[in-house]
């Protein structure tokens, strides 16, 4: 279709998939699933005429701005929606399994053992800050691509929201609450038996009078999504805006890094994620930018080749 590029089809399929999610669940979505369906389709149709109609739109306007960075505020939407839809194909959530999965491979529970071994304030504030970073990370690169280049800026947002709908999608499938299941802060689920042996670590007095750890536990209550931690999109995500800062931020790609690094440690001291979450944000990371990159550029070659022809 005319205008449309690789992260307009990516979003239409994802908003198409979800709906049908909606239509399979809708005995299990309640009064509302007809809402939501029709929520999909408004948002559907509004990003189709906004695609449709960019050639009508100024330079250098609200509208060519949305135009490039519309995916953005969705994240959000589409986020809070897996918590819903996560109950389609699954009942409860798969915790027993990821719980006993690193009880066999370490001996422990890592996000209890890693906050009980630096229960300091300073400590758990660069922790907290490295893990609110994820939020500045996204925002940031992207306003500085779109600053910069608006071609490096669409490759940015097409890529992270190619990687975001990927683990938006197992969400749905695979619903995993993680470490905080245990506080009962998400969800109300009740562990098999043969998990309640477990001490259940309570927040160090020092970690909990810290600044970012407040500023965090309002962003989780106000926009958690049960059911979104494996993989861990906050590690997966990071990793791919620091993909983007050695592309095309070299001078910032370090200190990035760095960030990123401590970002990837404090979803485990934080007590948001199971090791084995970060693990696999790594390798989703891999994979997603792998393929995302390869269908961008397929999808932009293609876009060149049909304006050329048009020429």
């Given at each position: 279709?005319?205008?449309?590029?690789?992260?307009?089809?990516?979003?239409?399929?994802?908003?198409?998939?979800?709906?049908?999610?909606?239509?399979?669940?809708?005995?299990?979505?309640?009064?509302?699933?007809?809402?939501?369906?029709?929520?999909?389709?408004?948002?559907?149709?509004?990003?189709?005429?906004?695609?449709?109609?960019?050639?009508?739109v100024k330079k250098g306007s609200l509208l060519e701005f949305l135009r490039l960075y519309y995916p953005i505020p969705l994240y959000i939407g589409f986020y809070r929606e897996t918590g819903v839809l996560n109950q389609v194909f699954i009942s409860g959530y798969l915790d027993p399994f990821f719980i006993r999965f690193e009880e066999q491979i370490f001996g422990f529970q890592p996000s209890f053992k890693f906050m009980e071994s630096l229960p300091y304030l300073w400590v758990s504030e660069i922790f907290y800050i490295s893990y609110f970073s994820y939020y500045l990370m996204i925002a940031g690169v992207g306003l500085w691509l779109f600053l910069k280049d608006k071609n490096q800026f669409q490759h940015f947002v097409s890529i992270v929201s190619f990687v975001f709908y990927c683990c938006f999608i197992i969400y749905i499938i695979l619903p995993v609450v993680g470490p905080r299941i245990f506080y009962r802060e998400v969800v109300e689920v009740e562990l098999p038996q043969e998990l309640t042996h477990f001490v259940v670590p309570v927040f160090p007095a020092a970690v909990q009078s810290g600044l970012f750890y407040k500023i965090m536990g309002i962003i989780y209550d106000c926009f958690e999504a049960?059911?979104?931690?494996?993989?861990?999109?906050?590690?997966?995500?990071?990793?791919?805006?620091?993909?983007?800062?050695?592309?095309?931020?070299?001078?910032?790609?370090?200190?990035?890094?760095?960030?990123a690094i401590l970002l990837c440690a404090s979803t485990v001291y934080c007590r948001y994620h199971y090791l084995v979450?970060?693990?696999?944000?790594?390798?989703?990371?891999?994979?997603?930018?792998?393929?995302?990159?390869?269908?961008?550029?397929?999808?932009?070659?293609?876009?060149?080749?049909?304006?050329?022809?048009?020429i």
């Open positions: 279709m005319k205008n449309y590029t690789f992260i307009d089809y990516a979003t239409q399929i994802y908003i198409i998939l979800t709906s049908l999610f909606v239509l399979i669940g809708y005995n299990k979505l309640g009064s509302y699933w007809l809402l939501l369906f029709f929520i999909h389709f408004a948002v559907l149709i509004t990003i189709h005429l906004l695609i449709k109609n960019q050639d009508k049960p059911g979104a931690a494996f993989p861990s999109s906050h590690v997966a995500v990071a990793l791919t805006t620091v993909y983007f800062s050695f592309k095309y931020l070299r001078q910032i790609r370090y200190l990035h890094l760095i960030i979450d970060v693990i696999a944000g790594v390798i989703t990371a891999i994979i997603t930018v792998s393929i995302g990159n390869k269908l961008y550029f397929h999808f932009t070659k293609n876009q060149s080749h049909k304006s050329a022809i048009q």
